[in-house]
T-cell receptor, first 109, second 111 residues
Framework: ETGVTQTPRHLVMGMTNKKSLKCEQHLGHNAMYWYKQSAKKPLELMFVYSLEERVENNSVPSRFSPECPNSSHLFLHLHTLQPEDSALYLC????????FGPGTRLLVL | KNQVEQSPQSLIILEGKNCTLQCNYTVSPFSNLRWYKQDTGRGPVSLTIMTFSENTKSNGRYTATLDADTKQSSLHITASQLSDSASYICVVISGNTPLVFGKGTRLSVIA
């Protein structure tokens, strides 16, 4: 265990659903990240929060909406997703080295 | 363009054998390089961190090397075990830019 937890671990949703992914860390880290991992592709950075403020948004579609209410929690709100959004969504936190959560395996039908 | 290329894409070895995974990068300026191990269905876990001045660093049966001149790194696994079966991801950090990830090498250790 890395100290970063993610829920749910698995999620199946339709294209009209709204769901949220949750990430939590109590490591005292000051930065949190959302990554997308698709098969046979490098990890893609989606969002970075440093000290609870968003500092990076790599042109992610607006159907993905992050929220960082405090330094220990990070959410990824999902709505009207597409089948190509099916992937493993990884959360990470860091002070220097990034520690990854176990990921949420998302399937969009 | 900042890129990290890993080879081979996949590898199958017998338990107890050694193997070496390669990572070539074009990321500049270079800050440090990290190797992560990712078990199936889990998030990546850091194995080693190599800075510019470090040539070799060991973590148990894992030994990482770095040649900053040729921009190459390798991860050598000694006396492989079944539990070494995983994806090994090379990541290069450059100043304040986002981490640059390789696609990973999928290692399967068989009995």
């Amino acid at each position: 265990e890395t100290g970063v937890t993610q829920t749910p671990r698995h999620l199946v949703m339709g294209m009209t659903n709204k769901k949220s992914l949750k990430c939590e860390q109590h490591l005292g880290h000051n930065a949190m990240y959302w990554y997308k991992q698709s098969a046979k592709k490098p990890l893609e950075l989606m969002f970075v929060y440093s000290l609870e403020e968003r500092v990076e948004n790599n042109s992610v579609p607006s159907r993905f909406s992050p929220e960082c209410p405090n330094s220990s929690h990070l959410f990824l709100h999902l709505h009207t997703l597409q089948p190509e959004d099916s992937a493993l969504y990884l959360c990470a936190s860091s002070r220097e080295t990034q520690y990854f959560g176990p990921g949420t395996r998302l399937l969009v039908l | 363009k900042n890129q990290v290329e890993q080879s081979p894409q996949s590898l199958i070895i017998l338990e107890g054998k050694n193997c070496t995974l390669q990572c070539n990068y074009t990321v500049s300026p270079f800050s440090n390089l990290r190797w992560y191990k990712q078990d199936t269905g889990r998030g990546p876990v850091s194995l080693t961190i190599m800075t510019f001045s470090e040539n070799t660093k060991s973590n148990g049966r894992y030994t990482a090397t770095l040649d900053a001149d040729t921009k190459q790194s390798s991860l050598h696994i000694t006396a492989s075990q079944l539990s070494d079966s995983a994806s090994y991801i090379c990541v290069v950090i450059s100043g304040n830019t986002p981490l640059v990830f390789g696609k990973g090498t999928r290692l399967s250790v068989i009995a």
